[in-house]
């Protein structure tokens, strides 16, 4: 249930999003960007509802998602980053937030924010956040939306160390996660590398 992009243009993107010589206007961008391929490669699996067009020339039968029954939830901060690349493609989804910074010493999640849209355990949700580290986020996170009630998740980040995806898999097998790399390991710090550092910091500048 992991799906890795492997594509030349994500390659290329990532290159410049890693270099700790980017900005931060180009890494926001960079992310974004990198968010929406991961959401188009997410939705392949969406059902389409039969509807009738006309266009200049004659009538079709065609499809159409009902962005409606989509969530969005971007883990704070970092997984904000990724929020406008993916409602650039389904701009009718709902949004929600959860609020979760990893300790510094313990390395543990600590949620401090928690709002979804309402009716949510009726809608598909996409959590956002670029690095799926330890996994103890995304757990967290996860877990929170089950309590709820959601039956169907889906995890995308930018990039994913192996033993987070590890501990992922084995706690929640029936969550699909989609990266655009899965890098080599995690540091003493628990930093993944080659990684490309602190995202939070990166997206919006604070260190
Ligand atoms: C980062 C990242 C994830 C988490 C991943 O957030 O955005 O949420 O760490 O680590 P884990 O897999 O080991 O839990 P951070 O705590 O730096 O907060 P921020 O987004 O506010 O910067
Ligand atoms: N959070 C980050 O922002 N980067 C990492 O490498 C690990 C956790």
Do not use: Q, W
């Not at 992310?31 to 004659?58: H, N, Q, S, W």
């Not at 300790?103 to 355990?121: A, G, H, L, R, S």
């Not at 003493?188 to 990684?195: A, L, M």
Request: aromatic fraction near 6%; include cysteine; hydrophobic fraction near 40%.
């Amino acid at each position: 249930m992991v799906t890795e992009l492997n594509h030349p243009l994500v390659e290329h993107k990532l290159a410049i999003l890693r270099d700790e010589k980017t900005g931060t206007k180009k890494f926001r961008e960079l992310i974004g960007e990198l968010a929406m391929f991961l959401c188009y490669e997410a939705m392949r699996d969406a059902k389409l509802d039969e509807v009738k067009v006309k266009t200049p020339l004659e009538e079709m039968t065609t499809g159409m998602i009902n962005e409606d029954k989509y969530a969005f939830v971007p883990i704070l901060r970092a997984g904000l980053g990724m929020l406008d690349g993916v409602i650039s493609v389904v701009p009718n989804a709902k949004i929600g937030h959860i609020g979760m910074y990893r300790d510094e010493e313990t390395f543990e999640p600590v949620n401090y924010f928690f709002k979804v849209p309402k009716e949510i355990e009726k809608r598909e949700v996409v959590l956002l956040d670029p690095m799926l580290a330890t996994g103890g986020s995304a757990c967290d996170a996860i877990e929170l939306l089950k309590e709820k009630g959601v039956k169907k998740i889906k995890f995308l980040c930018i990039i994913a160390a192996p033993e987070g995806l590890e501990i992922v898999k084995k706690k929640h097998p029936d969550v699909e996660i989609f990266c655009t790399k899965i890098d080599r390991e995690l540091n003493e710090n628990k930093y993944i590398c080659p990684g490309l550092g602190d995202a939070g910091d990166r997206i919006f500048g604070t260190k």
